[in-house]
């Protein structure tokens, strides 16, 4: 009989579970609505009451949604847009690639501008003495392991920051991350596979070293 009420709970709105077979019951995003739920009313509409690809968790996702809380696109160039929350199609490579190639010809006019402005006389003496005056290299270590504890903060410890601080934190990790994909916008997800995500992930910064050296 347990086997059975289980089977048969019904799933409001908002929530998800993993099978038929397990009464716990996992709340979604507020701001989403992903997560449609599941009732003995709409039982049969994805055919025996399972999901056509076999996972039954996936019947309390809306369409093109599946996985864990619904968290994962069923469509190809498709990822999950973690400010909409939801599955978003994926921005156009080419127009990202022509942005990144932008931003790498201002660094390097930027590099170019501050090598000259240094090389006159007695700027760069100027500018020793101010850093060291300021003791700036100690701050700037302390402004960089507060964003790195800030950032680990949700994925390691489970701590979610208020909405108010991290309007402004998450703009400024986005550019000390120095993560070049991030900056344009265009989401790992839409690269391909892991691997290629992986190498393009270990390959950026040594980009960003020829450019340094270009300029």
């Not at 701001?31 to 039982?43: E, Q």
């Not at 090598?115 to 960089?144: C, D, F, Q």
Request: charged share 15%; hydrophobic share 40%; glycine share 6%.
């Amino acid at each position: 009989h347990t086997n059975s009420s289980l089977s048969q709970l019904d799933v409001q709105s908002g929530y998800w579970r993993h099978s038929n077979k397990t009464s716990t019951i996992y709340p979604c995003s507020d701001k989403s609505d992903v997560c449609v739920g599941f009732s003995k009313a709409n039982r049969f509409r994805s055919g025996s009451g399972t999901a056509q690809n076999g996972r039954f968790s996936d019947i309390y996702c809306k369409e093109g949604h599946q996985g864990p809380l619904c968290q994962v696109c069923s469509e190809e160039d498709h990822y999950f847009h973690d400010e909409e929350e939801q599955c978003t199609e994926c921005p156009s490579l080419q127009n990202s690639l022509l942005l990144l190639f932008i931003i790498c010809l201002a660094a390097v006019a930027l590099n170019a501008v501050i090598t000259i402005i240094m090389s006159r006389k007695g700027v760069l003496e100027l500018y020793i003495n101010l850093v060291a005056s300021l003791n700036i290299e100690a701050k700037l270590k302390l402004i960089v392991s507060f964003f790195q504890i800030l950032a680990s903060l949700e994925d390691v410890y489970g701590v979610k920051l208020d909405s108010r601080l991290t309007a402004w934190t998450d703009v400024l990790l986005k550019y000390m991350s120095l993560d070049f994909l991030q900056i344009i916008g265009f989401p790992t997800t839409c690269i391909g596979s892991t691997r290629q995500q992986l190498l393009i992930g270990a390959l950026w910064p040594y980009m960003l070293v020829l450019v340094g050296a270009i300029g």
